[in-house]
């Protein structure tokens, strides 16, 4: 029973009495920000590559295929590390950073949803 009454001490101590519990819910907060930031943006933009795809403009449609078979095969993490270096510069910018690669596989998702639905 030592190790259990030390950690609940441990845990009491932390995040009741010096009030750290709150550093979650603005954590929680911030979340929720970037979560509908994204889904926002993603579906906008999906929907209007989308639409390009489905007019079948050449060059345009050459560029939104190209952009999503791109996005599809790269993973999260180096989208993350391209959109911090690459295009921020590697300016301190956080939410920018967390926020922005989301929209880029919301983009591809409603794209090939609303081509597909163009293409039957």
């Not at 979650?24 to 926002?40: P, R």
């Not at 295929?65 to 391209?82: C, E, H, M, N, S």
Request: proline share 4%; aromatic share 10%.
């Amino acid at each position: 029973m030592g190790l259990i009454d030390g950690l609940s001490g441990v845990i009491y101590s932390n995040l009741i009495r010096e009030s750290r519990y709150t550093l979650f819910f603005d954590g929680l907060v911030t979340t929720l920000e970037i979560t509908v930031f994204a889904l926002l943006l993603g579906i906008v933009i999906g929907l209007i590559v989308a639409l390009v795809r489905v007019m079948h403009i050449k060059v345009l449609d050459k560029i939104a295929k190209a952009y999503v078979d791109i996005i599809r095969g790269t993973p999260a993490v180096v989208q993350l590390v391209i959109i911090y270096y690459a295009i921020l510069g590697g300016v301190p910018a956080p939410w920018a950073t967390a926020a922005l690669p989301r929209p880029c596989s919301r983009w591809v998702w409603a794209t090939t949803s609303v081509s597909r639905c163009g293409q039957t």
